[in-house]
């Protein structure tokens, strides 16, 4: 059974970083695409960034797209989502997810963890 943990979220003031890592536990890592969503109060969940198998494919949201990195370490069993230059309109909860269809396909995505929150303050 797969469980994922994410950490690294925080309060960070506008323009600063943050890096998010989601801890995969179970079998087969690397055979899963894995993704970042988010939420904000009163808002709909956002796909962030989604990347495949390796790190040479990955898609990002035109919002977090140049300031947002999405990598993945398949020794590690761990996703990281990079975030540079935030802004308040960044504040959410941070979601890791996994599928094991295309990383580009949201609604693919069905298992969660718990989330993380980020707040960036202006």
């Known amino acids: 059974q797969v469980q994922l943990v994410e950490s690294g979220g925080g309060l960070v003031q506008a323009g600063g970083s943050l890096r998010l890592s989601c801890a995969f536990s179970?079998?087969?890592?690397?055979?899963?695409?894995m993704g970042w969503f988010r939420q904000a109060p009163g808002k709909e969940r956002e796909f962030v960034a989604g990347?495949?198998?390796?790190?040479?494919?990955?898609y990002y949201a035109d919002s977090v797209k140049g300031r947002f990195a999405i990598s993945r370490d398949n020794h590690k069993g761990t996703v990281y989502l990079q975030m540079n230059s935030l802004k308040p309109d960044d504040t959410a909860i941070y979601y890791c997810?996994?599928?094991?269809?295309?990383?580009?396909?949201?609604?693919?995505?069905?298992?969660w963890g718990q989330g993380t929150q980020v707040t960036v303050s202006s």
């Open positions: 179970g079998r087969n890592f690397a055979s899963y695409a």
């Open positions: 990347i495949g198998w390796s790190d040479s494919a990955t």
């Open positions: 997810a996994a599928s094991i269809d295309d990383y580009r396909h949201p609604r693919e995505y069905d298992t």
